[in-house]
DNA sequence: GTACAAAATGCAAACTCCTGCAACTTTGAT
DNA sequence: ATCAAAGTTGCAGGAGTTTGCATTTTGTAC
């Protein structure tokens, strides 16, 4: 058994028992105590148990400050994105919107990649903040709370002085004839200042938000030069997209 | 047999047994250890498996969505800010700096009261889109990752054209002769920015920090309006900083 | 304190891993 | 067809890791 295995196997007791004891786990492992007390210690440097005199104890959660963003419909999203990294190369310019499944596009951009990135949404940013070749530049302004992205004049006037290579844009809804439409006016504005200041404009969004239309318009279907969705590009529900000439992954 | 067919047998031997080892994939591939080993790391460099002394193990928990801030002595930090409480009121405009003690301070913000607020902290913008009643304005700029905050030259200028009642701003070092003084160079322009913006600062930070230094000097103690520490205000280690009139909370 | 279990330390043997290298294969260009 | 460049593989040797045992130290209970 590996001992990588081991411990999880630690942990997983542990957890189920509240504490485990050094000779129970050298009987269940079917190793010496040595080792035994050697992973407890090893499991305890990384604050993941308490050592203790005869065994280890559970450690109660750090009080510390989490913050959590719920995704749905999130191995769709996972799908969409994997065939949007084809578009990545290093030393890009890259604008990206809010919305969750730009969120989960974040979390797999290769560590490796060389990236300059604007942003406006908070959880993006704190995503983006882990990636130590991506240089960011988080774009300020009044905050809209529930989306967890910054909105108004400002945003608009940082937008319309950069001149990116690429932008990834979420989309409330999509359809062959009114193209991308949103609910919120100021965010359909944001949305407008971030293709006028891209040379390259990419919609992510899953199936569900085809052939739907919201209030605000933000673009014509012509404007995008690629859609993703989870769907396979042959798929009989993006046809009218396809005759449109753009480009679909 | 060609690498890209033993990549998929050790991946399907990997989700069929959780575990693969080195030594028996070997025998299995009839390769040597070593092109086993190259093939497992080229595996865990792409994220597919993660390898451990050996042999390797599926990687189940799919990326998470939290993030978390760590806090460091939280229940003086907690002690420092309730203090600090009673300089909050209604229609107040107020600028916060990043730092822990500050995002417990937005923790503690009792839920009623009207406010705006400014900051160039990501956590602790966060944490106040939480409050319905609070005007909540992120300052933009390059993100400086470890701190979670945004620094150069957009902040300074969003800061110089605000003018708030009141700035909380946090301290790396304190003391009599230099006043507040910083690691970085950029994090203190910023903090003066935010002193010349306010018409009174208050500096909250904990005790350890008192009679330290850093390279970077922001401010002296006399411009300051207000400093909250977890101490008694009658403390004998506040002695000289009493002494010049400062007020202590 | 004493007795005894648990833990830490030092050590050797076995095992695993990495590096550089040479032999070999594949690819693509001429 | 020929050649160079790039990629792949196995091997040798050295470095690093893991494990159980013997020995010493520490902690707990009485």
Not at 2 to 21: D, F, G, N, P, T
Not at 136 to 161: C, E, F, P, Y
């Amino acid at each position: 058994m590996l001992k990588a295995q081991r411990h999880s196997y630690i942990m997983e007791k542990l957890r189920a028992e509240q504490k485990v004891v050094t000779t129970d786990l050298a009987i269940d492992l079917d190793l010496s105590e040595d080792t035994v007390r050697r992973d407890l210690n090893e499991l305890d440097r990384k604050k993941l148990l308490k050592k203790v005199y005869g065994g280890a104890l559970l450690i109660k959660e750090r009080p510390s400050h989490t913050y959590n963003v719920y995704i749905s419909a999130e191995e769709k999203k996972e799908k969409i994105v994997k065939k949007a990294l084809s578009l990545l190369h290093d030393d890009q310019v890259i604008i990206m919107s809010g919305g969750t499944t730009n969120l989960v596009f974040a979390k797999f951009i290769p560590e490796h990649l060389r990236l300059t990135i604007y942003t406006y949404s908070l959880p993006i940013a704190m995503q983006l903040s882990q990636y130590p070749n991506i240089e960011l530049i988080l774009i300020g302004g009044k905050m809209q709370k529930s989306a967890m992205v910054t909105i108004g004049i400002d945003v608009i006037q940082v937008l319309s002085k950069i001149q990116a290579d690429i932008c990834f844009i979420g989309a409330s809804s999509i359809n062959v004839k009114q193209g991308l439409t949103e609910v919120g006016y100021e965010v359909s504005v944001v949305k407008k200042a971030m293709i006028a200041s891209s040379d390259k404009v990419v919609s992510m969004f899953t199936s569900n938000k085809l052939n739907t239309k919201m209030p605000h318009g933000v673009c014509e279907l012509q404007e995008l030069d690629t859609i993703v969705t989870e769907l396979d590009p042959d798929d009989d529900r993006l046809e009218k997209y396809r005759k449109t000439g753009i480009k679909i992954l």
